[in-house]
């Protein structure tokens, strides 16, 4: 066996145990006679702080007589010269071969495709999540060996953490000198959580023994791919408890097509759940119309690209908009706080604080009240002056006190009024006259209607999100007529869409209005020199 030593780059985030797991290889190897280091560079990431932990350790086990020539380890991994890596996270997996630190011709790459999604994804105006499928095409191309599946979610499931899923995925690998018995009694020897490490561990040894090959590992679904075909029976989760979600999913099932059933089964829990089963039933109702411009034709031929699923997935989003009351009614839910408890690791003896900061606008206020004493406050006034005032710096409000508790819990006991409010009158006023275009237009161009109906994606979020989305989607909308007369009007409104999306003061959409306009008003002016051209010629 060559006398190199063998190198090992772990990628890993804050909070997923990379220390842990390089700690274990290092007294893997050290156990069994092999001299080993262990040094980590911590790095800035957009998400929770990324580190580099690097492990090398000589391939042969010293005897008595070798003691004097113990190896010259290096601190931290040269690009080209890394026998395996494992990256925690797909996107670390793209910071290691972008590095270098993978390579065909020895590296062995050991990666979970789970996401943590940088700040840039998370907070673009659009779905700015990034394709995984590249980054798994490269790993293939750039590692010799690829190993690649969700560890994170094969760890939650057997109460570990991540580590110990590669942990196991590393010894399945087949990539160091060591049995599958001697990975698990480093666990064994660190004396801390041993159990569901070891279950973790089995979980991913497994799944890179059954991978087999990069071919196998190709059929892998991963964050993005196409999800499998849509259920034909109703959900039965919570049905058997809520006889009225269980009425909604016969109606589902006897009134609309098999194609929307998956979309509509889960709309129709959002609604009841944001509002009430009354409020999922007018969803319903809302959508008979669309089922009607979908005939037993367009089921066949345009599959996935229907225009009651398009309106279906995108009304249920609009009609659950965030609102103060909703925001109040998620914080306070007991599941928010059982989550937040575990992300922090707090143990059942420790005290756990939560603060909100809480900024809402007077016109937020107003949404919130019944309509017509919303619209009177949002008059220029005395009383406008004053709330503005109150609410200019905005507050913290602890939700684990007793006292900012309850203030959250009297905005959430709004909810029973919310039809009543400022807001609602206001929403589905939008949303009415949405549906009515999108209807409108299905007769004429069914590829516009279907855009039409995807344009409700600029209506999201609260606060100044929400004011700007719903801005853009106005602009848009009201230019709607002339976007119909164009040579491809489906494609000029999807345009008009990703232009609203691309930044945030709008200045790429009001760009592309601007064209819209002037076009149309010169193909107005053609169309009128023509028609003078020809009672002219008449006359004459």
Known sequence: MSERPIGIAIL?????????????????????????????????????????????????????????????????????????????????????????????DRTTLIASTHRVYSMTEKTSMSDGRVDPRPFVAQAQKAAKHFVHADFARIAENNGSVISAALFGALAGANALPFSREQFEAAIKRAGVGVQSSLKAFAAGFETAVGAGSNTAQEKARLPGDAVPARRSQPFDIGAANHPEIAALDRRI??????????????????????????????????????????????????????????????????????????????????????????????????????NEFLHPRVEEIADTLPAALGRWLLKPGALRSMVERLTSRGRVVRTTSLRGFLMLYGVASLRGARRRSLRYQREHAEIDAWLARTLRYAARDYSLALEIARSQRLVKGYGDTHARGMRNYRKIEAVIPLVARTAAPAARLKALCEAALADEEGERLDALLDELRRNDR??????????????????H
Not at 309 to 314: L, S, V
Request: a negative charge; glycine letters at 6%.
């Open 522 to 539: 010169r193909t107005g002016q053609d169309s009128a020199d023509v028609a003078s051209a020809t009672v002219s010629s008449a006359t």
């Open 12 to 104: 890993a985030m804050g909070g997923e145990g990379g220390g842990v797991l390089a700690d274990w290889i290092v007294d893997l190897a050290e156990h069994e006679g092999y001299p080993a280091q262990t040094t980590s560079v911590p790095g800035v990431a957009q998400r929770t702080g990324a580190t580099i932990y690097y492990v090398e350790f000589r391939p042969c086990a010293l005897d008595a007589h070798d003691r004097a020539h113990e190896p010259v380890l290096s601190l931290v991994p040269t690009p080209g010269d890394v026998d395996i890596v494992l990256a925690s996270e797909l996107m670390e997996m793209g910071r290691a071969i972008q590095r270098g630190l993978v390579t065909p």
């Open 253 to 354: 099932q006897s009134e609309f097509p098999v194609e929307v059933a998956d979309i509509l089964h889960r709309a129709v829990r959002r609604l009841a759940d944001y509002q009430d089963a009354g409020y999922a039933h007018a969803y319903l109702e809302r959508l008979k119309p669309l089922h009607a411009a979908d005939d037993a034709a367009t089921y066949a031929v345009r599959g996935d690209e229907l225009l009651l699923a398009e309106t279906a997935r995108h009304l249920a989003l609009w009609m659950s908009y965030e609102d103060t009351v909703r925001v109040a009614e998620l914080k306070i839910r007991a599941t928010r706080f059982t989550r937040v408890r575990d992300e922090v690791k707090a143990t059942p003896e420790q005290l756990l604080h939560i």
